[in-house]
């Protein structure tokens, strides 16, 4: 089996890119501690050695316990996917001080936190992969302050390469764009805002489609466990929207 004695701390693993890359793990052998703010729905539904906690990125306490929980689970860890995230179609006059706070504590400070309580957890030739985003390079109307977070998380993420490369451990970050998840990667939106977005998604896309959450998974298991002369680097998983490809006139 591909992952057989791996073991791994998924973030936000109870839903799309998080749980595709739980599901994978799982079924290549691997041990696997995923969280998420609320995983009672899947006690008892995954198979193999999975092991679940509750747990809010944006309370630093939970991020504390998860440290401790997965230190006594799971003792060295070769892999944390730092998946956890937060994000609404926000246009700037309708940003809040809550909304702006709520966005950069998950996606941020949770984010940073999450990686400093894990570092000592991680055996040499380890990684970690963090999730941002392809609205990192772009002004998407509406994701101001979510594509501002996610970028403090891919400069961090060269820092913890940097700080972390005399341990051998490597530090990567996969940016998805338009990605088919129960959500759409957005909060709090009606379903027929949700089919727009995708419209919108499916037609700027150079592919002119989403991706599924498995060519996610793929590559984030592919910089955890392949990629081992990789650090630092940023792996857009976007059809090519990142690159703005377009067809000759």
């Known amino acids: 089996m591909k992952y057989l004695g791996k073991k791994a701390v998924v973030t936000g693993g109870t839903h799309g890119m998080g749980m595709a890359v739980v599901r994978a793990l799982l079924d290549g052998g691997a041990e696997v501690l995923l969280t998420g703010r609320d995983v009672s729905p899947l006690a008892g539904t995954l198979p193999g050695k999975a092991h679940l906690l509750s747990s809010d990125a944006a309370r630093l306490d939970d991020v504390a316990e998860l440290a401790a929980v997965a230190a006594d689970t799971l003792g060295e860890l070769d892999l944390v996917f730092v998946n956890v995230g937060f994000s609404t179609l ?41 999730t941002t985003s392809v609205a990192v390079g772009a002004g998407i109307a509406g994701m101001g302050l979510y594509s501002a977070a996610k970028a403090a998380v891919r400069s961090f993420a060269r820092t913890y390469a940097a700080e972390l490369a005399p341990r051998g451990i490597r530090v990567n970050v996969v940016s998805p764009g338009y990605t088919d998840t129960p959500t759409m990667g957005v909060t709090g939106v009606p379903e027929a805002v949700l089919a727009q977005f995708k419209a919108i998604g499916d037609e700027i896309t150079p592919l002119k489609r989403h991706a599924t959450a498995e060519e996610v998974a793929a590559a984030v298991l592919f910089l955890a466990f392949e990629a081992t002369f990789t650090t630092g680097t940023d792996l857009p998983v976007d059809g090519g929207l990142g690159q703005r490809l377009t067809l000759p006139a």
Not at 105 to 118: I, P, S
Request: neutral net charge; glycine residues 8%; without cysteine.
């Open 90 to 130: 926000t246009p700037y006059q309708e940003a809040t001080p809550e909304v702006y706070d709520r966005t950069f504590d998950v996606n941020t400070k949770g984010a940073y936190f999450t990686a400093q309580r894990l570092a000592p957890l991680v055996r040499p030739g380890g990684s970690f992969v963090f």
